[in-house]
């Protein structure tokens, strides 16, 4: 495309007095209608849609909790699991009342069996409940001796965890639960003594996973697709072992469901949990195969960026895509008019399907990532305001060098929920900076044959990057009330210092035991809040520093820019 010589269709000046009112969504990017913002496909979120993967890691933010949510209340809109009977099935256990449970009902025993076999109950028991609220319940035999196991389990979908509910049935009755995981037979008896006179009850998990894969089977479900999650909340020292090995014990279930083709799970785990598993009975590259890790590139977190944006024009009226399409030089790319009408909404699908593509050679640079770009710089500087501590000054940056590394936090991830957070608040500066400056207005202008808004100026920018870093703080402090005291006091202590250690927390927080300071750091690590500097083994001895998100940051004097 040429440069042109008349302006785009884009509303010029740019209505200001309308970005109060612009929409970008839920500020904790989890809960948005997925009708009207949708999910960003990143290529972790495309495998995900494949439905060939049992387990989702990421870091906190990274979007587990999307995923479950999306799959828990619009499955029917995804292709790969319409056809599913989504369980869900998010369990918060107390590991304190697991291993008091292990100790009076499995004592001398190998614990690890115990929790394979509380896994697969708790599983087949919330497939169970589900199953028994589909139409005319229970119609075959298969779907009797689902609802026997519901009557022996004095199970019904009131919420009770899995240990209170086997509580419940022990105080209750002589039982005997039988199971199998891979090739070990697992069977657990316990209940009122042996002189009591009701008889043993038996309850057989093998039967019971066979009819309701025959019921499943005959409701013509793909499969019931129980999704897990909240089994990752951050734990220390006992309950932070007992952890591991409950996880452990559910992706040794997982293993062996896998062979049953109408009973499949979705296990969502906090990417540092596991990668501390223990997978010498699966194989790690036999579990490794079964992974998606959730991430966001740079690239994907400028789409999610853009994408808000553009939704946000939109819906305001302001413009439309195809404006963005007309005021953006693609030269570079060569694009005939086949190509144009192929990206053109305006034109039916149906006419595009008589449209074939030309032949061209590899690009160097993305289509979609040109698109990206303009329809950020429409409204934001090409440069902001960056401060260099090495140096204390403050200098200009390429907006884009800036949104790549002042986002990232301690585990060199940048999150939706971290961009929404500076887009509100951006917004918010911009908006105020017209209202005490009536007479300005923000025109197009061409800049490098791009047409572009003077609409979010740079000082409003890193105003706002400021206030969003405060944003940020005030959720860490949120984040887990066990460890709020000792975030408040860090926070107040830290002053400008950047680096951090186990001395220093044990020398400013007041009456932190040893331990607590050990998983005080572990736990502002696993947040990110802190990024490890200087790796050893022992945490005592680990060397901590902020990264550039939650590092302190000064708003510049005029003389300083």
């Known amino acids: 495309m040429s440069q042109r010589k008349s302006t785009p269709s884009l509303p010029d000046p740019f209505p200001v007095d309308k ?4 929409q970008f969504g839920s500020a904790d990017g989890h809960r948005d ?32 909790s999307t995923l479950f949510t999306l799959i828990k209340n619009n499955a029917k809109k995804i292709e790969s699991y319409k056809n599913d009977l989504i369980v869900p099935l998010e369990e918060a256990l107390s590991f304190n009342e697991l291993s008091e449970f292990v100790n009076k009902h499995y004592a001398g025993k190998d614990e690890s069996t115990l929790y394979q076999l509380l896994w697969k109950f708790n599983i087949l028991l919330k497939v169970s409940i589900t199953l028994s609220k589909q139409e005319g319940f229970p119609k075959n035999d298969s779907e009797k001796v689902v609802n026997n196991f519901l009557n022996d389990s004095n199970s019904s979908d009131k919420y009770s965890n899995i240990l209170h509910k086997l509580n419940n049935i022990i105080s209750n009755a002589n039982v005997k639960f039988e199971a199998k995981v891979g090739d070990n037979p697992i069977s657990f008896e316990a209940g009122l003594s042996q002189k009591s006179p009701k008889p043993e009850k038996k309850i057989n998990l093998e039967e019971v996973q066979r009819a309701i894969s025959e019921s499943i089977s005959a409701r013509s479900y793909d499969c019931a697709r129980v999704i897990i999650d909240k089994i990752d909340r951050f734990v220390a020292g006992t309950e932070y072992y007992i952890q591991r090995q409950y996880i452990n014990a559910l992706l040794e279930v997982d293993d062996d469901l896998a062979a049953i083709t109408n009973i499949n799970l979705k296990i969502f785990i906090r990417a540092d949990l596991f990668d501390r598993l ?11 195969d079964n992974v998606i890790r959730l991430k966001w590139s740079h690239d994907e977190t400028l789409r999610f960026l853009s994408s808000r944006i553009m939704v946000a024009l939109t819906k305001a009226k302001i413009c439309r895509s195809e404006d963005i399409y007309k005021a953006t030089d693609l030269s570079e790319f060569d694009l005939t008019w086949r190509e144009k009408i192929l990206l053109s909404s305006k034109v039916p699908e149906y ?3 008589f449209v074939n593509k030309k032949e061209k050679s590899e ?5 979609y990532a040109k698109f990206d ?40 991830i940048c999150t939706p929920r971290y961009m929404l957070i500076f887009l509100k608040e951006v917004v918010t500066k911009v908006a105020s900076y017209y209202d005490d400056n009536p007479d300005q207005v923000s025109e197009l202008v061409l800049i490098e044959k791009d047409f572009e808004w003077d609409l979010f100026k740079k000082y409003c920018v890193y105003q706002a990057y400021l206030s969003a870093k405060d944003i940020y703080i005030k959720n860490i402090e949120k984040i887990d009330s066990k460890w709020t005291k000792n975030v408040n006091v860090f926070l107040a202590k830290r002053g400008n210092k950047t680096k951090f250690d186990y001395k220093w927390i044990r020398a ?38 902020l990264p550039i998100l939650y590092k302190l940051s000064n708003i510049p004097s005029e003389s300083h820019l």
């Open 278 to 288: 223990d997978f010498a009975a699966l194989g790690y590259d036999k579990v490794n």
């Open 351 to 353: 006419i595009k399907s």
């Open 373 to 412: 770009k303009a329809i950020i710089t429409k409204v934001f500087p090409r440069s902001t305001i960056h401060f260099c501590s090495n140096d204390n000054k403050y200098i200009e940056m390429d907006v884009f060098d800036f949104i790549k590394s002042h986002f990232l936090d301690g585990n060199g």
């Open 33 to 64: 209608k997925v009708e009207e913002f949708g999910i960003i496909e990143t290529s972790s979120v495309k495998q995900f849609y494949t439905n060939q993967h049992s387990i989702i890691v990421g870091a906190i933010g990274t979007g587990k």
């Open 363 to 367: 690009r160097a640079t993305s289509l």
């Open 508 to 545: 400013n927080i007041p009456d932190i035991s040893e331990d607590d300071a050990v998983d005080f750091l572990s736990f502002l690590q696993v947040i990110g809040f802190l990024k490890i500097s200087d790796a050893h083994q022992d945490v005592k001895k680990r060397g901590y520093e």
């Open 19 to 22: 970005l109060r009112t612009l």
